[in-house]
């Protein structure tokens, strides 16, 4: 994969990351939940309570699979800080690109 | 029921317990960071995770399931908010994580006063409003811990009021002995974070024990369990409305905005990308505690007694069916949800309190005694001591005040709008430069005013008989004040109502101040940093060394608020960043920021920027004044670069004008050619016509047969000014392109034919010969039949006019060349040298043979002009023979080549 792509592929992930609250807050706001509010029932488990907890799981684990890459793309983009706590790293005019790059 | 005796005992020991963890975790934190190490596990973000979790309280823990069996599934919305806004970390939590860590913030009223310009004003009333705020849902807590003790021991006749001050002395003790053992940078307390952080375990896997238990200790199933209960719990009609979406904003503003929350999110955060893990994994955590509060519910509706407390549900259920065991573990995660709430609470609003009121008041008194007198750091942490205390004995005040008046859920409610009114603070603080101090205070003022009006008055109308008046018939009789319809607007909810009202009023005030008010430096510049924390570093500051401040001064300073040891670590890293081997750094603006930016992760932006500038006199003023400078820089750098893109195009414009120029002038100087040519042209006949016709004025001296020649000259004279001046319209013409000549089939070698016997006139005076070779059968081409013979005419006269040979003789041949029609027209005149076999087609361009020959020079460039129309050409070939051949060449129709 080269630069290129891999840069594609960031832009992708943290769109992705943007549109996913707002694909949830979609899905379980009113109008859209209504749709669900009726009285059928999925394996005895009244529809709504299916959809909703079902979406909720969809939801986690969409970020948790988003939640790889970003991590990667924060660790490229550390800033430099005086925090004690931080082991001391090497700033270098390749700290703001995504990693890998130059490799 | 259980005996109270055993109860208290496992609930101590619980309490040890903790108290072992947080001492063992404290203890490893101390040594490994003395050794340099990260904290292994201590710093996980799983324990991230967990210690964020202390959002679900008490009212989590019993409130949901009450939540559930009287409003279906409305308790979901505030587990839902949470869950949008960690899935959109990426949005708002990476920002404030960054600049948490970046300016050392310790608290969220600490960020909005950092973020405008580091005021005292905004950072009192933000925690004014997280007092008041936090207060009844302390109170909460303790109600839950002494409800469920009464609810587990069957003891009625306890002492409520012992259990709950108990309780309450039992958590500040821990959060005193824990959560004030330093005022390290950043304010993290690693030994409650890992309290918090089992307390999470603990409550979680109570609730789900319960849910399990209800689920299939009543029923057969999850199937089954619903099949009993009328749809009619869940409300699917009413529940998803207005009050939904609010709740679940609210929800979501509370995770962000609770101080608590930003604590353990924000302030103890150790590594920024534990958020990632967070994201998922809270929401997880939330799904988990939320799956199993339905069952809970409809089990107790269904097989408790009617008239049974809801609140209570999780632990009767487990009591009614005999299961002492299970409903002490359920008690033990009632206990833990409530603590650690309290705990991190406390802890944040003590930070708070020290940092933004008690030290700007100790600043004050202290001011003429410069830092000698008294022990800054002792001071810090006394204040969080007695503010700790202070805090959990209003909570019990307010829970003696209020007991037993409210379900546990609405006072939940209340604090989170309450807290809601800093949102827009903080969210146009870190997104939108433009927002200035004045905009967040008269937001703030007004949001806090309006929500204690319409929302945490009438909590208490049950109480005071003067508030119910209030609520009833509006303040002072005033109907329209009423402070559940406000100007007679009617919303149904009356936290809907309250909501809509203080939010309004916060975000519309926040806007327009804002629009209208200019920020101070500080301000800007704080503005700039934190909305652009992803671009700009603190340490990107203009490297000026000349002293601002007496370093011994700052270094005292330090000590003071950082101890001893911490404060000489920090210099001697200063002092070797400038290359200084031994003794104090120059104390310059890049010194003095960084030194205020440690500080604050004591005291906070506003008192720790107090303090230094009193050490550095104007010293601070004028760091703003170069960070504006360095803004005004980089606006120049900006414009120069602007500039240099500007130059660039304004270079290729150039280049594109000077070949334009060029052609031009190339134009200009073949017209200028032309027309010399022209005159010149013009020229020859004139000057015979005007000789001779002098000639014949002067009439005297000629004979009648002089005058008949001249006359004759004259008019061939004529005639050839005519025919030039025709030929000169007709290339005009051709070359402009005005003439559209009429494209059709014809027979090439009729054309050929025509022009040959026009000339066959001077083969027969004996003026040349013309030879007829070998010629190609009919040959179609597409081109006007007239335009054709003209050509053929023009370079048959031409061979015939610049023939000196004494026998001219002109050779005609057609053939076809592949799919072309080719006539050669050759003579054995004296040639053209090769240099002029281009210059022969320009007009007038007879090449060096030029000599009076009668002809205009037009008729090579018009014949060539012409074929180029009818997609041809006419070229002088060389060949091995004496004299000149030009060569006639058209594309032949495809229906003649086949």
Same mark, same amino acid.
């Given at each position: 994969m080269n630069a290129d792509d891999r840069d594609l592929r960031r832009r992708k992930v943290t769109d992705a990351a943007i549109f996913l609250p707002l694909l949830g807050t979609f899905l379980l706001m009113p109008p859209l939940i209504r749709v669900f509010a009726s009285n059928g029932e999925v394996a005895g488990i009244p529809v709504v309570i299916v959809y909703l907890f079902a979406i909720w799981l969809v939801l986690i684990i969409v970020a948790w699979r988003l939640a790889g890459p970003l991590r990667g793309y924060m660790q490229a983009e550390r800033p430099r800080t005086d925090d004690p706590d931080d082991p001391p790293h090497q700033d270098s005019p390749l700290s703001n690109k995504p990693p890998g790059i130059g490799q | 029921m259980l005996a109270p005796n055993i109860l208290l005992f496992v609930c101590l020991s619980y309490v040890a317990l903790l108290f072992l963890v947080a001492f063992v975790a404290d203890r490893q934190a101390e040594a490994r960071a003395n050794r340099g190490h990260r904290i292994g596990w201590l710093q996980s973000p799983l324990v991230y995770t967990l210690s964020i979790?202390?959002?679900?309280t008490a009212w989590t823990f019993y409130g949901a399931v009450g939540s559930a069996a009287r =409003? %279906?599934?409305?308790?979901v919305t505030i587990y839902l908010g949470p869950t949008l806004v960690f899935i959109g970390w990426w949005w708002l939590l990476r920002k404030l994580v960054r600049i948490g860590r970046v300016h050392r913030i310790t608290s969220i009223a600490d960020l909005i006063s950092s973020r405008f310009g580091k005021s005292p004003t905004l950072a009192v009333i933000v925690t004014l409003i997280a007092i008041t705020a936090t207060t009844p849902y302390i109170a909460l807590q303790l109600q839950s811990v002494t409800l469920s003790y009464q609810v587990i021991t $069957?003891?009625?006749?306890? *002492?409520e009021a012992a259990t709950a001050f108990w309780a309450a002395a039992g958590m500040a003790l821990f959060t005193i002995l824990f959560g004030t053992r330093n005022v390290t940078a *950043?304010? @993290?307390?690693h030994g409650v974070v890992a309290a918090i952080a089992l307390e999470a375990l603990v409550k979680l896997f109570a609730l789900i024990a319960v849910g399990l238990f209800a689920i299939y200790g009543f029923s057969e199933g999850l199937g089954d369990m619903f099949s009993r209960?009328?749809?009619?719990?869940?409300?699917p009609d009413e529940v998803f409305g207005t009050r939904w979406v609010v709740l679940t904003f609210l929800a979501a503003t509370a995770i962000i905005c609770l101080p608590r929350q930003f604590q353990v999110?924000?302030?103890? *955060?150790?590594?920024?990308?534990h958020l990632a893990t967070a994201s998922w994994l809270f929401p997880l955590y939330l799904f988990l505690i939320s799956i199993f509060v339905l069952p809970i519910a409809v089990a107790g509706l269904a097989?408790?007694? #009617? /008239?049974?407390n809801p609140d209570m549900f999780v632990l009767t259920l487990p009591l009614a069916a005999d299961q002492g065991a299970l409903a002490t573990f359920v008690f033990i995660g009632g206990f833990s949800s409530a603590t650690s709430m309290v705990i991190v609470a406390a802890i944040a609003l003590s930070t708070m309190i020290s940092n933004h009121i008690v030290m700007p008041v100790a600043l004050r008194v202290t001011r003429s005694h410069?830092?000698? =007198?008294?022990d800054v750091r002792r001071l810090l942490l006394n204040s969080r001591r007695a503010s700790i205390a202070a805090i959990l004995a209003l909570g019990f005040v307010y829970y003696r005040l209020t007991?037993?008046?409210? %379900?546990?859920a609405s006072i939940g409610l209340i604090a989170f709008a309450g807290i809601a009114q800093v949102l827009p603070g903080v969210v146009g603080g870190v997104?939108?430069? /433009? #927002?200035t101090r004045y905009g967040a205070l008269s937001g703030l003022a007004a949001g806090f005013v309006l929500w204690a009006y319409m929302l945490l008055l009438p909590s208490f109308r049950a109480e005071f008989a003067g508030i119910e008046q209030i609520v009833t018939?509006? #303040?002072? $009789?005033? #109907?329209?004040?009423?402070?559940?319809?406000f100007l007679s607007?009617?919303?149904?909810d009356p936290l809907v109502h309250a909501l809509f009202w203080s939010l309004s009023a916060n975000t519309t005030l926040f806007v327009i101040v804002s629009l209208l008010t200019r920020p101070n430096p500080l301000e800007r510049l704080q503005g700039a940093l934190f909305v652009d924390v992803f671009r700009?570093?603190? %340490?990107?500051?203009?490297?000026?060394?000349?002293?601002?401040?007496?370093a011994e001064d700052l270094f005292v300073l330090a000590q003071r608020i950082l101890g001893a040891e911490p404060a000489r670590l920090l210099f001697e890293e200063i002092a070797r960043g400038q290359?200084?081997?031994?003794?104090?750094?120059?104390?310059d603006h890049t010194v003095v920021a960084r030194l205020e930016r440690e500080l604050g992760g004591s005291v906070g932006a506003a008192s720790a920027h107090a303090m230094v500038a009193q050490i550095t006199g104007g010293g601070t003023v004028s760091l703003t004044d170069l960070m504006e400078i360095a803004d005004e820089t980089a606006e120049i750098l900006e414009y120069s670069q602007q500039l240099t893109q500007k130059s660039a195009e304004l270079e290729s414009t150039a280049l594109q004008l000077r070949e334009a120029n060029a052609k031009l002038k190339t134009l200009s100087d073949q017209k200028d050619e032309f027309l010399s040519q022209v005159s010149h042209e013009l020229r020859t006949p004139m000057t015979s016509i005007r000789s001779f016709s002098e000639i014949l004025l002067d009439?005297?001296?000629?004979s009648d047969d002089q005058a008949q020649r001249f006359l004759t000259i004259i008019n061939q004279e004529c005639l050839r000014l005519t025919a030039l001046l025709d030929e000169i319209l007709d290339l005009s013409v051709l070359e402009r392109g005005e003439v559209a000549l009429a494209l059709e089939p014809v027979d090439a070698e009729a054309a050929l034919d025509r022009a040959l016997d026009s000339v066959s006139g001077m083969a027969v005076r004996g003026d040349v010969r013309i030879r007829i070779g070998a010629r190609a059968a009919r040959s179609d081409v597409l081109a006007d039949f007239g335009r054709l013979t003209q050509v053929f005419l023009n370079i048959l006269n031409n061979s015939v006019k610049y023939n000196t040979h004494p026998e001219p003789e002109i050779t005609v041949t057609s053939r076809w060349q592949g799919d072309q029609y080719v006539v050669s027209i050759g003579d054995n005149g004296p040639g053209i040298p090769a240099e002029d076999s281009e210059t022969?087609?320009?007009?007038? $361009? @007879? $090449?060096? @043979? @030029?000599?009076?020959? %009668?002809?205009?020079?037009?008729g090579l460039p018009i014949s060539r002009e012409i074929l180029r129309r009818f997609d041809g050409e006419v070229v002088l070939v060389a060949t091995d023979r004496p004299g000149a051949q030009f060569e006639v060449r058209l594309p032949l129709l495809r229906a003649a080549v086949e």
């Open positions: - | 979790s202390i959002y679900c =409003s %279906g599934l409305e308790f $069957g003891s009625d006749g306890l *002492n *950043n304010e @993290r307390h209960v009328s749809p009619e719990l869940l409300r999110t924000v302030v103890e *955060n150790v590594d920024e990308k097989h408790l007694p #009617a /008239g049974s410069h830092y000698t =007198s008294g007991d037993g008046s409210d %379900g546990l997104m939108w430069r /433009g #927002a018939s509006g #303040a002072f $009789g005033i #109907a329209l004040l009423k402070p559940q319809a607007v009617s919303i149904g700009t570093r603190p %340490g990107d500051q203009p490297q000026i060394l000349h002293p601002t401040a007496p290359g200084i081997t031994r003794g104090l750094p120059v104390a009439a005297d001296s000629v022969v087609f320009s007009k007038f $361009g @007879r $090449g060096s @043979r @030029r000599q009076e020959t %009668g002809s205009s020079g037009l």
